[in-house]
């Protein structure tokens, strides 16, 4: 489906300020350019929202896309995963092929839930750390800037989720993993009220978390996820 209009993004989101900023001009006369050789548009906090809204706002169907489904099968993995908690049928000394076929649907539903929310916390990482860059934020601002969950800023998730998704067979396999690694995992962890490692000393996520984050965070609903990350650009960017 075609974008939202401009507009009417910016009125979903009190961003009605953004409308109508123009090219800025550098104390030597010349048009001012961004970091990245674009046209700046107001100053840098406004320009960095701009730019941050209008990639959002292109990638908002492909978020909804992939978030829908996800929440089913999260929604049908947590339902079979707590009948199975609860000794409800299929039991495996009762029926053992039904219980497989159980067993390799939990399976795909964990698996299809956690690469739908991976995809998505890639994509909403990417246009947080753009938007980090155009404001050169410091590490304490990305920290410290709320919305935050257990203490970890909405950037901070969203990016120890985008590298579990991308290096979680590497956490599987690793007893030491590296500090950058160990970073991301203290957030999820923490997130998920997880110990870092387990009792014998291997970290506590070794799988894909993307899926039970994504749901912790929103509840489901792909509007809470809109808010939650359109209202931390916003925070981070300073802008009313």
Known sequence: MPPQGFDQTLSRFGLENLKGIDL??????????TRDGDLQLGNFRANGMF????????????????????????NKLDSLETAREQGQAPLLWENPQAYH?????????????????GA??????????????????????????????????IGEIFSAAATNFRHYDEWA???TPSPK??????????VLNK?????????TIRANKCG??????TGGSIETLHQLTVGYAKSLAKYK
């Open 181 to 190: 690694h160990l970073a991301s995992m203290k957030v999820l962890c923490g």
């Open 173 to 175: 396999s690793a007893k």
């Open 51 to 74: 730019r941050f809204i209008e990639r959002w706002r292109w990638s908002e169907s492909a978020i909804t896309q992939l978030f829908m489904p996800m929440v089913q099968s999260a």
């Open 212 to 217: 039970s984050v994504l749901m912790l965070l």
């Open 120 to 153: 998505i916390a890639v994509i909403l990482n990417n246009l947080f750390q753009r938007l980090k860059r155009d404001l050169n934020t410091s590490d304490e601002e990305w920290h410290l800037t709320t919305p935050t969950f257990a203490g970890f800023s």
């Open 195 to 203: 110990p870092v490692q387990t009792e014998k000393g291997f970290p």
């Open 24 to 33: 800025q001009v550098t104390k030597g006369g010349d048009i001012a350019l």
């Open 101 to 117: 076929e159980a067993t390799d649907y939990i399976v795909e539903l964990q698996l299809v839930s956690s690469t739908l929310a």
